[in-house]
């Protein structure tokens, strides 16, 4: 099963004891997603002067889906693109003593796997 990474960073799989599992490089072209936010004015039962936002986000420029090719992004590129079934995210991350991520334990799958674990 071919996984491609579409993040700035490298993505590093560890398990419990921070063991690599498997690593794949950063992409030298990132998927991104824009936020493009526009000011809203106030709504009923707001408090005054509180600022208030709408956020749209543009899609980013995946590649079209291929059969058995799982694509790895982040959760903002992926939450743009629910209608993808291709798409993993990292989840349970790995932080160093300063907080910096290091790896991640998971992916969160856009689709469950089909029955019979394929």
Do not use: Q, Y
Request: charged share 30%; net charge positive; proline share 11%.
């Amino acid at each position: 099963m071919p996984v491609f990474n579409l993040t700035p960073h490298v993505v590093t799989v560890v398990d419990e004891r921070s063991r690599v599992i498997r690593s794949w490089p950063k992409a030298s072209r990132p998927a991104r997603v824009e936020a493009v936010r526009e000011p809203v004015r106030e709504t009923d039962g707001m408090p005054e002067g509180l600022p208030l936002l709408t956020e749209r986000r543009t899609r980013a420029d995946l590649p079209e889906p291929r059969e058995g090719v799982w694509l790895i992004v982040s959760s903002v590129v992926g939450s743009a693109h629910p209608e993808r079934h291709d798409l993993l995210i990292p989840s349970d991350l790995v932080r160093d003593g300063r907080g910096v991520v290091t790896g991640c334990r998971a992916f969160v799958v856009s689709r469950p796997p089909a029955k019979g674990g394929t």
